[in-house]
């Protein structure tokens, strides 16, 4: 009886674990910026399993560094900001990045801006031509 009990609890914990490692444990996350496409950001599981998302251009409105108080303690996290089809001047959606991994503020620095350099870019582009 208590065998049975004991061999039915490791396969439970085994499957809670298969599951953490394919759907919720995030070993890596990218972003990847082209200025006449889009943001395509993924996400790499523990499992090798991988999430990509893609925003187009047209919908990106400006890309920020956001700051939130959790737990007596100021993090800094990337965001994109959609533009509201309705309103040019509104924002319909924040999507944040990077949240499982979390990088420090000088490194977010770096990638927000890169990112404003494409952006820039992409706004200069059309009155060039």
Do not use: W
Request: hydrophobic fraction near 40%.
């Amino acid at each position: 009886q208590n065998s049975m009990v004991l061999s039915a609890a490791i396969f439970i914990t085994l499957i809670g674990l298969i599951i953490y490692l394919h759907f919720v444990k995030i070993d890596q996350e990218s972003l990847l910026v082209i200025g006449s496409l889009g943001i395509q950001v993924t996400s790499s599981y523990a499992s090798g399993k991988e999430s990509t998302t893609f925003i187009e251009m047209g919908q990106v409105k400006d890309v920020v560094i956001n700051e939130a108080i959790h737990m007596q303690k100021v993090i800094y996290y990337l965001c994109i900001l959609l533009q509201d089809p309705g309103d040019p001047q509104g924002v319909s959606e924040v999507v944040p990045l990077f949240q499982s991994s979390k990088p420090r503020l000088d490194c977010l620095i770096e990638v927000y801006k890169s990112c404003q350099e494409i952006l820039e870019q992409r706004k200069t582009a059309p009155q060039s031509n």
